[in-house]
């Protein structure tokens, strides 16, 4: 007579933090938003470059090349914003009302993995968009510096000025507002303030009841954040000491410091430094990370 023996059966052990599933969670967010079609702003910013290279042509070429990269960057920021704001505002609702919500929390998925899943897809697609932007808008303005370029050498050809010196200095010049690394970090800031602001809204949705609430809040706290330095000094003034410091640290946290972002005038000057973009960097970082703490605080109480 034969005995069967029983082989013990081996059941993979429940992880309490795992990246795959926050990746597959990233991932599924950015299939998500992209069936939504909400990455229309993406044209409407390819519109604005390619319109704004043949704006202003009686300006000199150095004021013609810094209103491209005002108008390009101001356009690429209010779009990453804008889509910050209402693409993460629609999250959370889209997955209650299509019930993935509680088909992803039915089986063993912490809640903050949720979050951050959602977090890093909207990062990604926000990175994703911003590197297409920032192709689009070099490829414009290193045209739009090219031609400028021929033409002034050209101009000083007829004058019978074109010496070296003379080309040299026209050449510096243009090149100073035209193409160069300082374009790539303001992108880089771009990034940097969609992620806070991306951050805050997801914040700011845990707890809100309906999705208008949620975008009229993160768009209000946008635009203050913007003028948290001015805001600062007005509330601040008259006040010392630690009254100051409590007063300014509370500000800093309910408004976040957007306009320390700005690196545009540093940029032309060529003060950026790999220093000052890692501190800035650092920054954005711990706004992102204090931010999910008190989402996971409201989240995790959330009765769904």
């Known amino acids: 007579m034969s005995t069967v023996i029983a082989t013990p059966v081996k059941t993979r052990a429940h992880k309490g933090f795992s990246p795959g599933r926050i990746w597959t969670l990233a991932t599924h967010t950015a299939t998500q938003l992209l069936r939504m079609r909400i ?26 090349l810094k209103q491209l990269k005002d108008w390009s960057m101001g356009s ?39 979050l951050l899943g959602k977090l890093l897809g909207m990062l990604l697609l926000l990175f994703c968009g911003l590197l297409l932007m920032d192709l689009i808008f070099s490829v414009v303005l290193w045209l739009k510096q090219q031609a400028l370029l021929s033409a002034m050498i050209a101009m000083l050809e007829q004058q019978q000025a074109a010496t070296p010196e003379n080309v040299a200095y026209v050449e510096a010049s243009i090149r100073k507002y035209g193409l160069n690394s300082g374009v790539h970090v303001e992108v880089w800031m771009v990034f940097l303030r969609a992620s806070v602001v991306t951050a805050m ?30 805001m600062r000094e007005w509330v601040l003034k008259g006040l010392y000491g630690w009254t100051e410091k409590t007063v300014g640290a509370l500000l800093a946290i309910l408004c976040p410091d957007l306009g320390m972002f700005d690196l545009s005038t540093a940029a032309i000057r060529g003060e950026v430094t790999l220093g000052v973009v890692g501190q800035l960097t650092g920054y954005a970082a711990m706004y992102v990370a204090a931010y999910m703490v008190v989402s996971h605080l409201f989240f995790v109480e959330k009765e769904l």
């Open 39 to 64: 990455v229309a702003f993406l044209a409407v910013f390819c519109l604005v470059a390619l319109g704004a290279a043949f704006f202003f042509p009686q300006l000199s070429p150095e004021q013609q």
């Open 76 to 114: 690429m920021l209010v779009a990453s914003v804008v889509f910050s704001i209402t693409a993460t505002a629609l999250l959370l609702p889209k997955d209650l009302e299509d019930r993935t919500l509680y088909t992803i929390l039915s089986k063993p998925v912490p809640r903050y993995e949720y």
């Open 201 to 230: 809204t997801l914040l700011i949705s845990t707890f809100a009841s309906t999705t208008l609430f949620t975008i009229i809040t993160s768009m209000a706290f946008t635009i203050a954040g913007f003028g948290v330095a001015l």
